[in-house]
């Protein structure tokens, strides 16, 4: 297993990465999207950040947060986003995917990739390079032309 560190730095802002369990395409379905979006909005209430970009797309999610001046603990974010959303979806509205024996194991469910993908951003060019990156990628999977 690889040697992952993240990087905190309180206040910063951070582009993510966040992907569905085998890639399963359900996030933009409506009633997904409305269950994602109130979980979204608890966590945010409990745990303040500042949403600058975002692109949902079926299997997966691309967003820019920018954390409280003292505050560096996006993860505790993620997990209560993801746990709070497998624990209020209608199972019924996904399709269904067969659970690893790890999964089945530790009683995990099969909606989501277990880590995120994190990038501190460093200056005002690696911030523009991926709010361009989160603009165009709808159009580099083939949703829309422009």
């Known amino acids: 297993m690889p ?5 905190y730095i309180p206040g ?10 085998h890639r399963l395409s359900f996030l933009t379905l409506k009633d997904v999207r409305r269950t994602l979006q109130n979980t979204w909005c608890k966590v945010q209430q ?8 975002l692109c949902l797309l079926p299997d997966h999610l691309h967003c820019m947060w920018k954390l409280p001046e003292n505050d560096y603990d996006y993860s505790t974010r993620w997990q209560k986003i993801k746990d709070g959303f497998s624990q209020t979806i209608d199972r019924s509205v996904l399709p269904s995917a067969e659970a690893t024996a790890s999964r089945k194991l530790k009683s995990e469910a099969s909606i989501w990739q277990r880590r995120f993908w994190e990038h501190t951003i460093r200056n005002q060019s ?6 361009d990156y989160i603009h165009y990628n709808p159009v580099k999977h083939g949703y829309v032309q422009k």
């Open 3 to 7: 040697d992952y560190h993240r990087v």
């Open 12 to 21: 910063g802002i951070y582009f993510f990465t966040v992907v569905t369990f």
């Open 46 to 53: 409990k745990r303040p950040f500042q949403l600058i970009a």
């Open 126 to 131: 690696d911030y523009n390079k991926h709010i």
